[in-house]
């Protein structure tokens, strides 16, 4: 019986991408430990023939997806820079490649779409034979990599993403390669974290670099080899410097940044509250928002309450004809510039990236607690670094009476 510390020796920038799946993402976050098991020869060549009958009509239809239409997006000249960006469907996720990397937008860069096989198969046309040729080589460290001794659920699920994901993983490898052979000078970008295309490109030795769109999830957090499945990226920018130290003291040959923030000057009797996304749905978070809004307009506080993006703000509707509170409208403004602009003394959200933004730029955030979804692989410490609305009511209403200093209570969660 073992636990899944043995993975470390064996996993590599290389073959991450047969442990990138749902189930052994969940199994990497587990400690508990399991039976070791070897693929005995007869189930080996089960496993080979399966693979062959999936493998092979998923890489003619990602071959076939390169010509219709027939359209080219890359046609660059020798030494051509051009920054790819993964798309992840969301275009906030992308806010912070033109705020720290082209915010003049004269760089050439490219969106790619990469959970969309009509999309990614049109940047640049690879010859089937080459798709092949990486096809095999990852085929060839596959049957490597399962045949040494694993535990018997994490080998089940590798075998499960070998299937899944060999395709897609080798059109990604030929891609990049066959852009890097032309001499374009390429860096990847992406607001995510792991998957695929990122794999590929850190494979081929594309400068590969994490602009985290929010508090990062760190798989394997409560497991025994965190960070296992996390890319091996050049540069990452977060949001906090926890999250900062943290990945220093993992990622020895990963250049690691912290966003920059401006700090408030002006504060008024004023809060913000950000809204999840699914605020909507839980009844419980409901009666928080509603509890909270009538504590501060009782204070003679001015509220402003922002959508989450991906809401479509209904819910927010009661609120709207309240005096002293205002509804503001989704867009990609900087949560720290909102903050100042409005001159806000406390912020309000569920569980956010909103709570670490707002206390860096000298504002008490105050974290409520029914939020969905619930988050337990982010490393960010939401409980010393907020004040909760549940635990930490008397300490708030002193706060807002006057009765308590606030630079001492922002300076204890800053600690």
């Known amino acids: 019986m073992r636990d899944l510390a043995y993975l470390k020796r064996l996993i590599e920038p290389s073959n991450q991408w047969m442990i990138y799946g749902k189930t052994s993402f969940q199994l990497l976050d587990n400690s508990g430990q399991d039976s070791f098991q070897k693929l005995h020869s007869t189930e080996l060549i089960i496993f080979k023939i399966k693979l062959f009958f999936k493998f092979f009509p998923q890489i003619i239809y990602i071959y076939l997806n390169q010509f219709y239409p027939r359209k080219n997006r890359i046609n660059g000249a020798q030494n051509e820079e051009l920054d790819l960006i993964a798309n992840l469907e969301r275009d906030y996720r992308h806010s912070n490649y033109f705020r720290h990397i082209n ?87 992406t607001g995510g974290g792991a998957d695929l295309a990122t794999y590929a490109a850190i494979k081929e030795k594309i400068p590969s670099h994490h602009l985290a769109h929010g508090l990062i999830d760190v798989i394997g957090l409560n497991g025994p080899v965190p ?39 002006n504060k008024t009797n004023a809060v913000m509250i950000f809204m999840q996304n699914k605020i909507n749905f839980s009844a419980m978070a409901n009666e928080e ?10 204070n003679k506080y001015k509220i402003y309450i922002k959508a989450h993006p991906e809401s479509d703000n209904k819910h927010l509707d009661k609120f709207s004809l309240i005096p002293n509170i205002t509804i503001l409208e989704n867009s990609n403004e900087i949560t720290s510039e909102i903050i100042i602009e409005k001159e806000i003394s406390y912020t309000i959200a569920w569980l956010s990236t909103t709570h670490c933004e707002s206390l860096r730029s000298g504002v008490i955030p105050i974290n409520m607690t029914h939020s969905w979804p619930p988050q337990p692989l982010t490393y960010y410490p939401y409980s010393r670094r907020s004040l909760s609305w549940d635990k930490d009511r008397e300490t708030i209403e002193l706060l807002v009476n006057k009765q308590t200093k606030y630079d001492v209570a922002l300076n204890k969660l800053l600690a």
């Open 103 to 189: 915010p003049a937008k004269t760089k050439k860069h490219l969106f790619i779409k990469i959970f969309n096989v009509s999309n990614f198969t049109k940047l640049r046309r690879v010859s089937f034979k080459i798709i092949l040729i990486n096809s095999y080589e990852n085929y060839i460290q596959a049957m490597s990599f399962i045949q040494q001794k694993h535990t018997k659920k994490i080998l089940d699920a590798i075998l499960i993403n070998i299937s899944n994901n060999i395709a897609i993983y080798s059109y990604f490898c030929a891609l990049f390669n066959g852009m890097k052979k032309a001499n374009l000078c390429l860096n990847f970008y």
């Open 227 to 265: 960070l296992l499945a996390y890319p091996r990226f050049d540069s990452v920018f977060v949001y906090s410097q926890d999250e900062m130290d943290y990945l220093n003291s993992h990622l020895k040959e990963t250049k690691v940044q912290i966003y920059p923030i401006r700090q408030i000057v």
């Open 289 to 298: 928002l509603n509890d909270i809004v009538k504590f501060f307009l009782e």
